[in-house]
């Protein structure tokens, strides 16, 4: 794949990773695949926006010498340290060893964590900026989106925002711009990236944006380091970032269980059959056989969450355990929960879940109902009524559940 050109002068030389499957260590699939961007800004001084991953190292290269002769870059802009952006820097500074390395102080520290490499690092701040000819770059800390170390580069004179991890989605693609991509596709894989990964990043990212709006930054295009170039509308992904981080929800319950025997599924069913019946959206979901990654999406824009499970030694059934706890971490705001499951001759599940949903902020606004072995009709009825109940709830309180 040959360099793209998506300004005069600016070009994506990253790569792009088909095959790709599992991300951040396994806690993220990528169905898609995903891509690396790297951006060279060609003027009087040369730079080069972030890098890739280690592995497509050769290929950034390749894409490189397409353009200029690699040791003519002055400037490789880090703005982030971890390795699927910054891996291929060694071969990088290997080729222009005059070259500066850009970025936060913490990425600095960062970056010789990763690498223990001598390098000449230049150290900036938010408002620093870098003359390069007829083009500048401006730099605006971004610490915790999503790591302490990240910021953002935007070049004033083409209104192009350069945000690494920000506005970015996992998904492989031979295009590299909105309007040339499906945009359903597009903004679930958005949805997805910004699920998660950034929940937890909600106010700093709000402060975020409302502190570059307060700059009057003119924003024409995002380039982000995965996935898509922002061009047609690229206020498009701020407005959904300020809706996702605002914690806008909407009438949408997720019921999510993990069953033994077949009991927990029945009463998971039944619930999810009074939600419907009540007017609000479900999706449902056994965890032991569905996506995690999937499943935090559709947890996003959902308003309520009915967990449910077995009773196993005493406790949970270890796939939905090891989900609420990595719920657990994301924070999600606005939410109400409830408990539910079935047990043989001692229970355990129900208190737990309802434990972690207290513990994660979710409002447990019904007590939890419980089934020994397999539901008979009247639990199948109290199901079907519990269900109708959360969704009673759900829409009697509307977005403004935080006041609960």
């Known amino acids: 794949m040959k360099p793209c050109e998506i300004k005069n002068g600016i070009y994506w030389v990253g790569a792009v990773d088909w095959n790709v499957r599992n991300f951040h260590g396994h806690t993220y699939t990528t169905k898609r695949g995903t891509t690396y961007n790297a951006y060279l800004i060609m003027d009087e001084k040369v730079a080069l926006v972030d890098t890739v991953y280690g592995p497509f190292a050769d290929e ?149 944006i409302e502190e570059i709006q307060k700059m009057s930054v003119p924003i024409k295009m995002i380039a982000p380091s995965h996935g898509i170039i922002w061009r047609k509308d690229p206020m498009k992904i701020i407005r959904a970032y300020l809706s996702w981080a605002g914690n806008e929800t909407k ?63 005493n406790g949970m059934l270890p796939s939905l355990a090891g989900f609420l706890e990595f719920l657990k971490g994301l924070r999600p705001k606005n939410r109400i929960g409830c408990a539910f499951g079935s047990f043989g001759w001692a229970g355990g599940a129900v208190k737990d879940i309802e434990d972690i949903l207290k513990e994660t902020g979710i409002a447990v606004t019904q007590p939890a109902i419980g089934v020994q072995y397999a539901p008979d009709e009247n639990d199948v009825k109290r199901c079907y009524e519990f269900g109708r109940e959360i969704a009673g709830r759900i829409k009697e309180k509307g977005a403004n559940y935080a006041k609960i």
Not at 168 to 195: I, N, P, W
């Open 251 to 313: 009438e949408k319950i997720i019921v999510i269980y993990e069953t033994m025997w077949g009991a927990t599924e029945k009463m998971a069913r039944k619930i999810a059959e009074g939600i419907t019946d009540a007017g609000v959206e479900v999706r449902l979901f056994d965890i032991a056989q569905s996506d995690r990654t999937e499943v935090i999406k559709e947890a996003l824009d959902a308003r309520g969450y009915a967990i449910g499970s077995s009773t196993h030694d």
């Open 60 to 208: 950034l290269i390749e894409k490189v010498k397409d353009i200029i002769s690699p040791e003519k870059i002055d400037y490789v802009i880090a703005n982030h340290v971890e390795t699927d952006h910054s891996g291929a820097l060694p071969a990088i500074l290997k080729l222009c060893p005059r070259a500066k390395v850009v970025g936060t102080a913490k990425c600095k520290e960062g970056l010789f964590r990763n690498y223990y490499m001598a390098m000449d690092f230049q150290t900036v701040k938010t408002g620093d900026r870098i003359k390069l000819g007829k083009r500048t770059l401006v730099f605006i800390e971004a610490p915790m989106i999503h790591w302490p170390d990240s910021m953002f580069t935007y070049c004033p004179e083409e209104e192009l925002l350069m945000p690494n991890d920000a506005f970015g989605q996992h998904l492989a693609t031979s295009q590299r711009f909105d309007d040339e991509v499906d945009e359903c596709a597009l903004m679930d894989e958005a949805a997805k990236y910004y699920a998660n990964i950034l929940t937890p990043l909600g106010p700093i990212i709000l402060k975020k």
